[in-house]
């Protein structure tokens, strides 16, 4: 089966009714657990944005508590977990200054949990290449909120 293009959903969902979109939306909710996240974050919580950056850095920091540190593989496979979640996260949103805060929020916490970035190339790695995206975003953002999180940021290097 071939999937229709984004142009032709959406002229096809702009002429069908009310009643029909929303028996869609929850159809396709119960398909996969990110269709509801999604859906869920568009109805609910996107009115209340820092909220919602809050309940995510406390997500992220019961994921940390619960970390598995006896052996640097279990470490790498938690923060790789995190860090999908987060990037599922910063998805739903789209927005760069959210994404630049959730991330910057990610690594505070790496460091702040004491995490040994040196002392593995992958934890290295998947850390600097946190870094990078961090500063590929703030290019396109505001300079005030430029200046603010590049602070932000050298206090992480």
């Known amino acids: 089966m071939k999937a229709a293009s984004v142009h032709e959903l959406r002229s096809a969902l702009a002429d069908a009714p009310h009643g029909e979109l929303v028996d869609l939306c929850i ?8 269709n509801k996240e999604l859906i869920t974050y568009v109805l609910f919580e996107s009115v209340d944005e820092e909220a919602w950056i809050r309940g995510i850095r406390q997500e992220m920091q019961e994921a940390f ?3 598995n540190r006896s052996n640097v593989y279990f470490i790498k496979k938690s923060l790789r977990k995190i860090l999908r979640t987060t990037g599922r996260y910063i998805r739903y949103n789209g927005s760069p200054e959210t994404e630049v805060r959730i991330l910057l929020d990610f690594c505070s916490l790496i460091r702040e949990e004491g995490i040994p970035v040196d002392a593995n ?3 290295r790695n998947l850390y600097q290449g946190q870094l990078k995206k961090i500063e590929k975003t703030l290019a396109g953002l505001h300079e005030d909120l430029q200046y603010e999180y590049r602070r932000m940021l050298k206090q992480l290097l």
């Open 121 to 123: 190339p992958v934890i």
């Open 27 to 34: 159809r396709l909710s119960r398909f996969k657990k990110e």
């Open 65 to 67: 508590a619960a970390m």
